[in-house]
Antibody, heavy 122, light 107 residues
């Protein structure tokens, strides 16, 4: 079964850091780009970051550029999101999602994890 | 940056109704639009990609269409399981943007 399982969320003070993990199973992890998408309480979906299958290329939304980094360990089938300088507006459920196609990014995201909750508050 | 304007934000409908949700892109995105369904407390589910291609396992009552920069998701006959929030998503130049969402409620 194809599955994504996020972990690492929690309560952190403004200005703090947190590292999220996403464990993948059931597919050839290294062949697919992966993304992080967040959802603030009661709000819509918001794309955060993406990384190529090899890990050589990464992309970020303007709202997190310079504060967040994305990485992956293909030997462990795990995706990461390092979040620094956290702000109250980063409070959200963070989902990892698999890009549908191994060659092209524009076919959408076909597998999603249930998410991990990040709360930024003093 | 490309903006996606989705409408309506809320839609009240009855079982059996035909419903249409619209997403308009601020500039050309070719066919690179996907639609998702999300139920409370659950992860989003891919319904349609490449504007009109149905994801495997998705019922045929769902369909997508494109006219220029305007995209529509249509549910031909609304079923009880379809009451949820729907999002469009565009892809362009290594950036993804979601629409604001449309909540489909029971009338």
């Amino acid at each position: 079964e194809v599955q994504l399982l996020e972990s690492g969320g929690g309560l952190v003070q403004p200005g703090g850091s947190l590292r999220l993990s996403c464990a993948a199973s059931g597919f050839t992890f290294s062949s697919f780009a992966m993304t992080w998408v967040r959802q603030a309480p009661g709000k819509g979906l918001d794309w955060v970051s993406a990384i190529s299958g090899s890990g050589a290329s990464s992309y970020f939304a303007d709202s997190v550029k310079g504060r967040f980094t994305i990485s992956r360990d293909n030997s462990r089938n795990t995706l990461y999101l390092q979040m620094n300088s956290l702000r109250a507006e980063d409070t959200a459920i963070y989902h990892c999602a698999k890009v549908k196609d191994a060659s092209y990014y524009f076919y959408g995201m076909d597998v999603w994890g249930r998410g991990t909750t990040v709360t930024v508050s003093s | 940056d490309i903006q996606m304007t989705q409408s309506p934000s809320t839609l009240s409908a009855s079982v059996g109704d035909r419903v249409t949700i619209t997403c308009r892109a601020s500039q050309s995105i070719s066919r690179w639009l996907a639609w998702y369904q999300q139920k409370p407390g659950k992860a989003p589910k891919l319904l349609i990609y490449k504007a009109s291609t149905l994801e495997s396992g998705v019922p045929s009552r769902f369909s997508g269409n494109r006219s220029g920069t305007e995209f529509t998701l249509t549910i031909s006959s609304l079923q009880p399981d379809d009451f949820a929030t729907y999002y469009c998503q565009q892809y362009n130049d290594y950036t993804w943007t979601f629409g604001q969402g449309t909540k489909v409620e029971i009338k």
